[in-house]
């Protein structure tokens, strides 16, 4: 889908391993010099391991695309957990040797003459095992059997190990491998790529589709592309093919970092709104979003039309007055119901009003009367605390007076 919508002539960030896609970052190649001087060499094992989509697979690919098939004939088989006779009819049946209805003594004869055939034709045989992590101890001891067929002192067959890590834990902690290990001319972990190779791999992966710079990717989208992946290229491929993908179907013409952001949250679960398809005026335009066009009837968009327009402002109505009514007297236009009834009211609120006022005034007085009871009352008391005082000066005078008189009749 985004292939069309970007213009692209292929998928370029398929899971499926194309050699056609293959990217020499420092780690692959190192690796592909190790598999030239094995090739070089003729003989023993090659082992390449790797974490998955590490690239392993692509690697070999790329290697098997570039030798010349006229000296070298390639077996490559992906094994699931094989035991020792089944890798051999395995390996034999992908070098097109007919095993049917044949022991294992029957087996490898067959296979030690199909070798000799391809060394007197000037070919040497290659067998590409994929995925050994899967093999248990006795098929590994098995492909290293077949190793040991010789033609005049040469090797005739050449074995390439590929596996994840464990295979590397396994091949050098394996007391029933030991004799494997020594047939081991070159061994070589793939890394993940580093941070600055995410952009190149990116670009160089669009580029072997037809990418002209469409769609543009910000700096910061490769950036993220790492964070996200540590540099593993399947991982890469994945959450690319997921970005382009809700590239075209809103019609992005930029990948930046809002457009990765929304699709990380789409693949942890979380709701995300994907827009929509441009409008028809967009100048990019996707076949796949291309909606039918509606059929209008005139007559009702004309109706839409029409009631769409605010409606047009009426002129008031001018209002002419009789001259019969204009030349009427003040005193001769009789009152207006409105006023009579607001003149009857007033009319009836009078008594009440009256009385209210009559009211008050009864209280006001009656309150001054208190106050002036209150008054004469406090008058009266404050006479009498007069007269105690005086009273009580003119006691205690006259006992001092008695007092002196009294001395001095002593």
């Known amino acids: 889908m985004y292939d069309t919508f970007y213009g692209l002539n292929g998928r370029p960030f398929q899971l499926t391993p194309d050699p056609h896609f293959y990217f020499e970052s420092l780690t692959h190649r190192k690796a592909l010099s190790y598999l030239g001087y094995g090739l070089a060499q003729g003989e023993g094992f090659i082992v390449i391991t790797g974490d998955v989509g590490a690239g392993k697979t692509t690697l070999v690919g790329h290697l098997m695309a570039t030798i010349d098939k006229a000296r070298l004939t390639a077996a490559n088989i992906v094994t699931t957990k094989l035991d020792s006779e089944d890798i051999v009819r395995v390996a034999a049946n992908h070098f097109d040797i007919d095993t049917d209805h044949m022991d294992k003594a029957q087996l490898l004869s067959a296979f030690e003459e199909f070798l000799h055939a391809e060394a007197r034709a000037g070919r040497r045989c290659l067998l590409i095992v994929d995925e050994s992590q899967n093999l248990p101890a006795g098929a590994l001891e098995e492909l290293r059997m077949l190793?040991?067929?010789?033609?005049?002192?040469?090797?005739?067959?050449?074995?390439?190990?590929?596996?994840?890590?464990?295979?590397?834990?396994?091949?050098?902690?394996?007391?029933?491998?030991?004799?494997?290990?020594?047939?081991?001319?070159?061994?070589?972990?793939?890394?993940?790529?580093?941070?600055?190779?995410?952009?190149?791999?990116?670009?160089?992966?669009?580029?072997?589709?037809?990418?002209?710079?469409?769609?543009?990717?910000?700096?910061?989208?490769?950036?993220?592309?790492?964070?996200?992946?540590?540099?593993?290229?399947?991982?890469?491929?994945?959450?690319?093919?997921?970005?382009?993908?809700?590239?075209?179907?809103?019609?992005?013409?930029?990948?930046?970092?809002?457009?990765?952001?929304?699709?990380?949250?789409?693949?942890?679960?979380?709701?995300?709104?994907?827009?929509?398809?441009?409008?028809?005026?967009?100048?990019?335009?996707?076949?796949?979003?291309?909606?039918?066009?509606?059929?209008?009837?005139?007559?009702?968009?004309?109706?839409?039309?029409?009631?769409?327009?605010?409606?047009?402002?009426?002129?008031?109505?001018?209002?002419?007055?009789?001259?019969?009514?204009?030349?009427?007297?003040?005193?001769?236009?009789?009152?207006?119901?409105?006023?009579?009834?607001?003149?009857?009211?007033?009319?009836?609120?009078?008594?009440?009003?009256?009385?209210?006022?009559?009211?008050r005034i009864d209280m006001m007085a009656q309150r001054l009367s208190l106050l002036e009871k209150r008054m004469d009352g406090q008058e009266e008391n404050l006479h009498r605390v007069l007269t105690m005082l005086v009273e009580w000066v003119e006691n205690d005078v006259q006992s001092k007076e008695s007092y002196i008189n009294a001395g001095r009749a002593a």
């Open 147 to 359: 190793s040991n067929f010789q033609l005049g002192g040469q090797a005739l067959l050449q074995i390439f190990l590929l596996g994840q890590p464990e295979f590397r834990d396994m091949l050098q902690n394996s007391n029933q491998l030991e004799q494997l290990r020594q047939r081991v001319i070159a061994h070589h972990h793939l890394e993940p790529m580093s941070a600055d190779e995410i952009e190149p791999y990116v670009t160089h992966r669009l580029s072997k589709s037809g990418w002209s710079g469409r769609p543009k990717i910000t700096s910061s989208v490769f950036r993220t592309l790492y964070a996200e992946t540590h540099g593993v290229p399947r991982k890469i491929n994945a959450l690319m093919s997921r970005i382009l993908l809700m590239g075209s179907i809103e019609h992005a013409e930029m990948i930046d970092q809002n457009m990765v952001a929304r699709v990380l949250a789409d693949l942890n679960g979380e709701d995300v709104e994907i827009a929509g398809p441009p409008t028809a005026s967009a100048e990019v335009q996707n076949p796949l979003w291309e909606k039918p066009k509606k059929v209008i009837d005139p007559g009702a968009a004309q109706a839409t039309e029409i009631k769409a327009q605010p409606p047009e402002p009426q002129a008031e109505p001018v209002f002419t007055p009789d001259p019969e009514v204009v030349n009427f007297r003040m005193d001769e236009v009789p009152a207006q119901p409105a006023q009579e009834a607001a003149e009857t009211r007033a009319e009836a609120a009078k008594p009440a009003v009256e009385n209210e006022t009559a009211h």
